[in-house]
């Protein structure tokens, strides 16, 4: 009988009512320890490139403009939100928020930098250890970082010594194209 | 007439949008996350979405992946078998910018070398609540939350280094070892 069959359809049917969420129009906060946007407190980093060192994504970029001030951008297009950044973080000056409502359809939204002044040290400009001792230490790129901003790319030069001149080199690198693309 | 229909045509768009999923070689992460998006708990058929297999029917493209290179002729074509106007999704990491394959040789890094990317939606895999989001964002239904920020440090009122270095030029000691 089709009918008893839809009657028993619209039984079943009514038992469980609605679990189709509302989202859209109620809020729906995340999980504990949820890991969504990386957020930057200014006032606790100390820049020292731990986080760029690190992030797997390459998300973190490093600047030296000049001896006192560096230019830190996260550009959060490609961040994998694995919380890396904010478990080596040495002074906890970054944390994994809960914002995923992230969605945009500008690129630039994204992204956060942050000018940090760098305090100039009296013996040598900026105490940084050049001589690598081991193998996974020399993947960290140490003293001055003059990485593209704005084509959000990570060059692996660094010196110790602030150099305006590889400043000036790397201010109009560009990305090297691919086929096809 | 062309003009009245093309106009009628960008009316009755952002009314019932059919997507069509391309794959351009993620890890399956976002996948599951557009799947969940059709399960009657995040119910994306509220707002008249529904998933076809055929980019000839579609108006909306959800692409997810980096797109490899033996991938980018096939999205290229996918996309241009999708009637205008039409509306492309990156979602995930991958597809916005390219994730942690944005430099490798056999990635074209991020959706957006193959095709325009309208709108973007980070996360690895993203949340289907973020999914929703994007979609509510292109219909017009919530406020865009995502801006850019930019912080400053306060700098002091004097130039250290200048400072440090006028010190050094009249300190008669420092250079009486030195020499």
Known sequence: MWLTS??????????????????????????????????WDHTKCIGCGGCANHCPARTILMRDLCQDIRVLLYDGARCTYCGRCADLCPEKAIVMSSEYELATGDRNDVTQSIELFMLTCNRCGRCYDMEIKNVIDKLDLRGYRYDSLETRTVLRRTTDRMAPEILDETGTFHRPEKIGG | MAALFSKLATKAFPKSLWVYHCNSGACNGCDIEILNVLTPYYDIERFGMKLVGSPRHADVMLLSGAVTRPTLP??????????????????????AGGGCWFDTYNVMGGGATAVPVDYLIPGCPPRPEAIIYGVALALGLVDKKAAPIELKQVEFPIDAYLRNKAWEERNVIYRLIKD
């Open chain 1, 6 to 39: 839809k009657i028993k359809q619209i039984v079943l049917a009514l038992k469980p009512g609605t679990v189709t969420l509302k989202y859209p129009f109620e809020p729906r906060p995340a999980p504990k320890d949820f890991r969504g946007q990386p957020v």
């Open chain 2, 74 to 95: 096939l999205v290229k074509r996918a996309f241009e078998a999708i009637p205008s106007p039409k509306l492309v999704f990156g979602i995930g990491s991958c597809a």
